[in-house]
Nanobody, 122 residues
Framework: QLQASGGGLVQPGGSLRLSCAASGRTLSRETMGWFRQAPGKEREFVAAIRWSGGNTFYGDAVKDRFTISTDNGKKTVYLQMSSLKPEDTAVYYC?????????????????WGQGTQVTVSS
């Protein structure tokens, strides 16, 4: 089970940190991801992290502005978002259960959190 939280309203240029708490899973071999979906658009890859080793991957739209990380003790994945733009507005989802090497594809994941709304607006 994945529980996402931390969304909200933030002004352009601001920061926000999303959390995704995982329960009931062994995470040592997991790759976990964050995706986002704006109204009328497809679900878009944001970032992913390999739990073992900590390798990180980012979508082009968020590279150098967002940081994905983990807290092993809390079994939680974080997405630190900085320099936010209005185009970052979307529902953000965390995902787990990657079935193949295509970490950037939503259909590659088996498990999803419920989503948390991020709105960037002045």
């Amino acid at each position: 089970q994945l529980q996402a939280s931390g969304g909200g309203l933030v002004q352009p240029g601001g920061s926000l940190r999303l959390s995704c708490a995982a329960s009931g899973r062994t995470l040592s071999r997991e790759t976990m991801g964050w995706f986002r979906q704006a109204p009328g658009k497809e679900r878009e890859f944001v970032a992913a992290i390999r739990w073992s080793g900590g390798n990180t991957f980012y979508g082009d739209a968020v590279k150098d502005r967002f940081t994905i990380s983990t807290d092993n003790g809390k079994k939680t994945v974080y997405l630190q978002m900085s320099s936010l733009k209005p185009e970052d507005t979307a529902v953000y989802y965390c995902a787990a259960g990657l079935r193949n090497s295509n970490y950037y594809t939503a259909r590659s994941y088996d498990y999803w959190g419920q989503g948390t709304q991020v709105t960037v607006s002045s």
